[in-house]
């Protein structure tokens, strides 16, 4: 397989190893933090797995570089039709396919690409369903087989997209990396020569970047598509130095050897602030850590224990030692960057006095025993569960509350904390489509409540459950943020959480690199960016 | 001989089976399957983890899995990874040859360290070098590798420029693989930069992997000469008025070396075990950096194979060495 892999990407290999040593072109280190486990974001689950896809392909909408916004990728636009259930895309014409040894592409991407990318992931008895273990997670998560109705082609260069109900996320899903565009002519050429499971390893784009070569867990190279429709990027080649330890990352961009480095220590985050060859940059990641009550359990059913519990813990004292400058104090169940957010919600004040007096007044004026569930893994939103569970136990103890740290094997933890076994438990979110919905409804609507279900703090308010379910029946995103912004002072009111911190992510990059744009979806992206020489 | 080594191999057999055996058991104790590992906050519907199970296999009794499972490996299948998808087979045959490449050269340079810095030790027993070579010895012996590599990466590397931090050859060099060691790999190009640079490359990796079995064999020496020189044979040869030079060269280390060999061969298991360290330092893309990843994937058939295949490869490198020893001390083979 291996073999096979990088004969595909050695004419341009060579070619990239006799032009480099000119200095003449223009090629970015990244040190990538893990090795991918393909190249097809359908079936990865990873930020660094869709890393290493991004570059080469393209979907029908995309996130604007360094935002939530959508906008056009390989449709130049699309209409949704009165009732909110058809969406029309019309496609790029020029958009031109990747080739590698093995494939040259006759023609320019088209609906036969579209309709054979999305039905690979929905279509059981598609040829190409089972390749690369044909677990679509994303695909499945976002609840694509239930929303979709039909996918049909118009004509060549118009794709129509039918919907079984109205899902105002759904743009805003098609823009996520699942939903990249793959070529139906590559497919079948791989089909003729008897090579499917080639489609995930040498992967064929519409992408800024062409795929190369890769080494497993040492390196992976891209050069920049001179016929991308958006216009040839900036660099020349993009590479993937593969370092799985941070300190090495750091000391590989302070030597040189790389350029964007990733998920630095949070201990060295002092010194490249100091480094004058290194711009440290930094961003609320699209996350949320919170600490669920389960409402259905005495004595958190009542609201006046769970408003309690918000004024008796220092958040901020909490996310300083926890995070040590890694995080910031949220006070909202949606993250800063998030269109909609809330402003105007004031937080609960830190007042363990006024704790104690409602706990009083409902009825425990010596306090009461609980669990305090605390995750046994380093999180994106919660770099250290244990910690901050002891810190909230010392808060709850001064109001009398005595509570037990709980902790089970990560998976077993999420299973229990879904089925609604603990009384506290902490949790937290990343953002998948970067629309509110995949916070409020996923987190805290009614239907995520069952056991099983997401909504750890087992919520169902149906004032707050209306305006969800009207948000997600609105397509019209003005009126969606009013819903969400009433949505979000119900939460604050009847506290079904403490929300305790929103994560910032920093990346460190050499003063060389010019405009790379952090992502707010923690994802990595090259095309723009530009080095100078 | 031939019945001496049937008999070393045979012995072999149980130990195989038990590794195999642990390997399966252990990875499956770990809590939390493949697909659990890969869901994150969301959780899965019960009916979608049961099929992703039953796709994978794991939903069938344990013993099942397991007669499955040897069965392959007796047939030469040790499944697919996973994660990937690829053959286990073919991506440790892949990555081995890197890792097989470091830790030729991190024994090669214990032993050209360790063996002349253990026989000095020993002639000059009681020297300032003498002691100095137990003190090394002994703190290199107990150095944390990962602290090791880091303190020489920042040393060498950040401070003085003069290695490269990590990786295997420099980037602006692309080398086809044919063998997968990277020597001779630049070698067959005729790329000599890519050459130079994979040696540079190495030097970190190889000192870092290199220091306990250098440690091991310094001490290995200094006591095995120390054993001998205190012989007969050797006060004889001296009373002969054979030079000193040729006394220790050819009577005393000779004799020596039969334990010496025995220690190297063992540290065999300790290279391949530090290599998983050193190459998760070192960002240097062999098997044990490919087993840590598989470990945090659960990726079974993968770790399963690779253990086997590691063991497999100790076993028969403790072997060569058993009949090796043989070779050079008739003693043994006679005395069973």
């Keep these: ?47 660094t797995s869709f890393d290493v896809s991004l570059p080469v392909y393209n979907n029908l909408v995309q996130f604007e570089r360094g935002g939530t916004k959508v906008v056009p990728g390989l449709a130049e636009k699309w209409d949704v039709s009165e009732d909110g259930l058809t969406y029309t895309f019309h496609l790029r014409k020029g958009a031109k396919w990747h080739s590698n040894n093995d494939f040259k592409p006759t023609r320019d991407a088209n609906a036969d690409d579209v309709l054979w990318s999305f039905n690979r992931q929905w279509k059981k008895d598609h040829p190409f369903h089972k390749v690369s273990g044909g677990a679509y997670d994303y695909f499945n998560d976002m609840a694509m087989p239930d929303l979709l109705k039909s996918i049909e082609k118009i004509d060549d260069y118009t794709v129509k997209f039918t919907l079984n109900k109205v899902e105002a996320p759904f743009i805003a899903n098609l823009a996520m990396p699942f939903a990249a565009i793959q070529s139906a002519e590559y497919a079948d050429a791989l089909q003729k020569k008897n ?80 480094d004058s060859a290194i711009t440290l940059m930094e961003q609320e990641g699209l996350n949320v850590g919170y600490l669920a009550f389960n409402v259905t359990k005495k004595p958190f059913d009542d609201v006046r224990v769970r408003r309690a519990l918000n004024m008796a813990i220092d958040k901020k004292a909490v996310v300083d030692a926890v995070y040590q400058g890694a995080g910031v104090p949220a006070k909202n169940p949606i993250p800063p960057t998030m269109w909609s957010y809330n402003k105007e919600i004031e937080d609960y004040p830190y007042d363990p006095e006024r704790a104690k007096k409602l706990l009083a007044d409902a ?22 569960a244990k910690r901050m569970a002891e810190m909230m136990q010392a808060d709850l103890a001064k109001v009398g509350i005595k509570a037990k740290v709980v902790q089970y094997e990560w998976g077993e933890y999420r299973k229990r904390l879904q089925a609604g076994e603990h009384q506290m438990g902490m949790l937290g979110w990343t953002g998948d489509n970067g629309d509110p919905d995949n916070f409020l409804h996923v987190l805290l609507g009614c239907e995520a409540a069952r056991p099983g279900g997401s909504n750890i703090a087992k919520w169902c308010y149906k004032e707050f459950d209306d305006l969800v379910l009207q948000a997600k029946r609105t397509t019209d995103t003005a009126a969606r943020t009013k819903l969400y912004e009433q949505a979000q002072v119900i939460f604050k009111e009847e506290a079904p959480w403490l929300t305790v911190a929103h994560s910032v992510v920093h990346m460190a990059v050499s003063k060389n690199v010019v405009d790379y744009k952090m992502d707010p979806f923690g994802i990595h992206r090259f095309y723009g960016v530009d080095l100078k020489q | 001989m031939l019945r001496f080594i049937l008999t070393r191999v045979s012995l072999v057999i149980p130990t195989f089976l038990g590794v195999t055996f642990l390997t399966f058991l252990l990875i499956r104790l770990v809590p939390g399957d493949p697909i659990e590992v890969r869901v994150g906050e969301r959780g899965i519907p019960p009916e979608r983890l049961l099929e992703l199970r039953h796709e994978l296999g794991l939903d069938r009794p344990l013993w099942q899995q397991f007669l499955d499972y040897i069965a392959g490996v007796l047939q030469g299948d040790l499944g697919v990874s996973l994660v990937t998808r690829n053959s286990v087979l073919s991506e440790f045959l892949t990555l081995f040859p890197a890792t097989l490449e470091l830790a030729a050269l991190a024994m090669l340079f214990a032993t050209v360290v360790g063996l002349p810095a253990g026989i000095v030790a020993a002639v000059r027993r009681g020297s300032v070098f003498d002691h100095g070579v137990m003190g090394v010895s002994l703190t290199g012996y107990s150095m944390p590798i990962f602290w090791w590599g880091l303190l020489l990466i920042l040393f060498f590397s950040v401070g003085l420029g003069w290695t490269p931090v990590s990786g295997r ?86 004799n020596a070396l039969i334990p010496v060999v025995t220690v190297i061969g063992l540290q065999v298991g300790t290279l391949l075990g530090g290599a998983i360290l050193t190459e998760t330092i070192f960002s240097w893309p062999g098997v044990g950096k490919w087993l840590i990843e598989s470990i945090n994937r659960r990726d079974y058939p993968a770790l399963q194979g690779g253990v086997l295949l590691i063991a497999t490869t100790v076993m028969a490198v403790n072997l060569l060495v058993d009949v090796l020893y043989g070779v050079l001390n008739p003693r043994i083979r006679h005395s069973r």
């Design chain 1, 1 to 47: 397989m291996k073999r096979i892999l990088l004969g595909a990407g050695l004419g341009v290999a060579a070619a990239l190893a006799l032009a480099a040593p000119a200095q003449a072109a223009k090629t970015l280190v990244y040190c990538s933090e893990g090795s991918p486990e393909n190249f097809n974001p359908m079936v990865n689950t990873t930020g």
């Design chain 2, 169 to 254: 050859l420099d980037l602006l060099y692309y080398v086809e693989p044919v063998t997968g060691f990277m020597l001779v790999d630049t070698l067959m190009a005729g790329e000599y930069g890519a050459f130079w640079s994979a040696l540079h490359h190495l030097v970190l990796p190889m000192i870092v992997l290199g220091t306990v079995p250098l440690a091991v064999v310094a001490r290995m020496t200094r006591s095995a000469m120390l054993e001998v020189l205190g012989e007969d044979y050797i006060r004889t040869a001296k009373a002969k008025g054979l030079a000193g030079k040729r006394v220790i060269g050819l009577h005393a280390l000779r």
């Design chain 1, 195 to 274: 090579q499917i499971d080639k489609i995930d390893q040498a992967p064929i784009g519409t992408g800024p970047f062409q795929f190369v070569a890769y080494q497993k867990d040492a390196v992976i190279r891209y050069k920049a598509f001179d016929q991308y429709w958006g216009g040839k990027a900036p660099l020349d080649n993009l590479v993937f130095a593969i370092t799985p330890d941070a300190a090495v990352r750091y000391a590989k961009l302070k030597a040189g050897e790389c350029h964007i480095v990733p998920y630095p220590n949070p201990a060295d985050l002092e010194a490249m602030k100091k």
């Design chain 1, 363 to 384: 009825g425990f004026p010596n306090g009461f025993e609980t669990d305090l569930w605390a995750m046994p893994v380093q999180r994106p939103y919660n770099p250290n």
